[in-house]
Each structure stands twice: as C-alpha cells, then as structure tokens.
C-alpha cells in the first residue's frame, strides 16, 4: 500500500467560526487571520494505492460554481486536483474508489463537473462511497447546514449509477476495503466517516473536520460549524486518547502548513508531539 497527499488548493474561513467560543487571542497563536478575520484552510486530500485500487479520500471544492459563490472563499494557491494526480502519473479516470468523509461542498465538491448545463462525475470509473445516513442527513438538510450541502455536488452521483453506500452497523468502526476501517463520528455532522488505515506497521486517520488543523488539538477548539458541539467535545476526547496511547498518524485535511501529526499525553492533556509531511511519518 502506498499513500499520496494530494493538495487541490487553500480557501479562507472566518477564524471565529472555526474555533467556536474559544478567543481569537488564543487561535490565532496557531492560525493568524487577516484584516478581515479570515484565516487560510487547506483542501488537502489522501490517496491510496493499494491491490489495483486508487482510493482518493475527499476531492476538494471543484471548479463549477459560479464566481460569486468563490468570492465568500477566497480561493488561492498554485495546487489543485488535477496537478497533484498528474505530478503522481495519474488521471481522474484513473479513480476506482473516491471516498466522501462527508457531503459539505469542501469536501465533496470536485466530484462533480459541469458540462454545458448538465452536472456530472468528474470521475468516470469511479464507485463514490458515503453512508446512507449522512446521505439522507444531506439531502434533507436542516436549516444550519444548508449552505454546506449543495444539491449540484450531491444528486448527481446518485443520478451516475456510481454511488455506493457504506453500511453503518451498531459498532463504532466498520470494515471498508483491506486495510481500512471507517470511525463514524456525528458531531460536526451526522455520520461523518474517517477513514483509518493500516500501512507499514502504522495507522494513519484521515481526520477530516474531527481535527481541522494542529491548532483545533485542545479540547475545546471545536468549529462553530459542528451541529453538536458538545457530542464533538465527546468524540474528540476519546479519539485523542487513543490516538496517544497507539501513536496513529493522523492526517490533516484542512491544516495549511501541516499535513500530518501525532499527539502525545502531557499534564495540560493531550497535546501536539511533532508535526510535517506525510512522508517524515510513512518514510
């Protein structure tokens, strides 16, 4: 097995938003905003080489929205999607598997093109994986998720043919392909998946929006955006405790200087141990 870290670009979010009640004196040690607040998140996604399968964990915000909706997110960067798979060899058509931790459009976004009029895959050969109870959750949205869960980016993998859906049973993880479990955790949305992988003798977690950046690591920096800010609070103590005591190497999708990390525990609780590249981890 071989892993990738594929960047598809930077955007800028509301500082505030993405560290909820926690004072922007204390994030912004980590994340420094600009005059307008914002602060720049990395769309950084996985890809994973394995028994003929290329699996890319989350593909980015896309390109087919129109430039009043980019105008919120201040998109920048040199890297994008297609770059990172072309500098690796590969194409999009070479995709079997894309796999959406969840359905916010940061997330899910490149999966769709336009063409003419019409939304379609951007990846033709591919299966997209997402759990039937986040799907429902997306495409009845409430009303504090709306914006996040756009309808161009998420009908027409169903109308593809090419959607399949990962069965979340009682347990808390669940066996996906060889090699790789999911963790579901549901307080930054429900059922959002996170994929954990074994590779070389380590374990690596894709932390999505669990663990935005090393700067989200103590406890109560939990975004504005988690539906269930105190079930976050919950599923992030436990997973940070494990994550300690077992030395996962925990991937970062949005942190924009750092696409790895470990943690270690320290009287202050657990906390940052070191942090670069994916491949100072993997070797």
């Given at each position: 097995?071989?892993?990738?870290?594929?960047?598809?670009?930077?955007?800028?979010?509301?500082?505030?938003?993405?560290?909820?009640?926690?004072?922007?004196?204390?994030?912004?040690?980590?994340?420094?905003?600009?005059?307008?607040?914002?602060?720049?998140?990395?769309?950084?996604?996985?890809?994973?080489?394995?028994?003929?399968?290329?699996?890319?964990?989350?593909?980015?915000?896309?390109?087919?929205?129109?430039?009043?909706?980019?105008s919120h997110f201040h998109l920048h960067g040199e890297d994008s999607l297609d770059k990172s798979l072309n500098k690796l060899g590969f194409h999009r058509d070479d995709i079997?598997?894309?796999?959406?931790?969840?359905?916010?459009?940061?997330?899910?976004?490149?999966?769709?093109?336009?063409?003419?009029?019409?939304?379609?895959?951007?990846?033709?050969?591919?299966?997209?994986?997402?759990?039937?109870?986040?799907?429902?959750?997306?495409?009845?949205?409430?009303?504090?998720?709306?914006?996040?869960?756009?309808?161009?980016?998420?009908?027409?993998?169903?109308?593809?043919?090419?959607?399949?859906?990962?069965?979340?049973?009682?347990?808390?993880?669940?066996?996906?392909?060889?090699?790789?479990?999911?963790?579901?955790?549901?307080?930054?949305?429900?059922?959002?998946?996170?994929?954990?992988?074994?590779?070389?003798?380590?374990?690596?977690?894709?932390?999505?929006?669990?663990?935005?950046?090393?700067?989200?690591?103590?406890?109560?920096?939990?975004?504005?955006y988690d539906t269930r800010p105190l079930l976050t609070l919950d599923e992030k103590e436990k997973f940070l405790n494990e994550a300690a005591d077992r030395q996962y190497i925990?991937?970062?999708?949005?942190?924009?200087?750092?696409?790895?990390?470990?943690?270690?525990?320290?009287?202050?609780?657990?906390?940052?141990?070191?942090?670069?590249?994916?491949?100072?981890?993997?070797?």
């Amino acid at each position: 097995m071989k892993l990738h870290s594929i960047p598809t670009g930077n955007f800028k979010l509301d500082g505030g938003a993405m560290f909820g009640v926690v004072p922007k004196s204390l994030w912004q040690r980590t994340n420094p905003a600009d005059s307008n607040n914002m602060c720049t998140w990395a769309m950084r996604s996985l890809l994973i080489e394995d028994q003929g399968r290329l699996i890319l964990v989350d593909c980015g915000i896309g390109d087919k929205q129109d430039e009043k909706f980019f105008s919120h997110f201040h998109l920048h960067g040199e890297d994008s999607l297609d770059k990172s798979l072309n500098k690796l060899g590969f194409h999009r058509d070479d995709i079997t598997d894309v796999f959406l931790t969840h359905l916010h459009f940061d997330h899910c976004g490149g999966a769709i093109g336009r063409e003419g009029d019409q939304f379609r895959p951007t990846f033709k050969n591919a299966h997209f994986w997402s759990c039937e109870r986040h799907w429902e959750w997306a495409t009845k949205p409430n009303a504090r998720e709306k914006a996040s869960f756009l309808s161009e980016n998420i009908r027409p993998i169903a109308d593809s043919g090419q959607l399949k859906f990962i069965d979340r049973a009682s347990s808390e993880t669940k066996s996906v392909f060889p090699g790789i479990d999911v963790y579901f955790m549901d307080g930054h949305t429900e059922s959002q998946m996170l994929p954990k992988i074994e590779v070389g003798g380590r374990t690596i977690v894709f932390m999505a929006d669990l663990l935005p950046s090393v700067g989200h690591i103590p406890l109560p920096y939990v975004m504005g955006y988690d539906t269930r800010p105190l079930l976050t609070l919950d599923e992030k103590e436990k997973f940070l405790n494990e994550a300690a005591d077992r030395q996962y190497i925990l991937f970062l999708e949005h942190d924009s200087e750092n696409e790895c990390c470990v943690v270690e525990h320290t009287e202050r609780g657990v906390r940052l141990a070191r942090a670069g590249k994916l491949g100072d981890f993997l070797g």
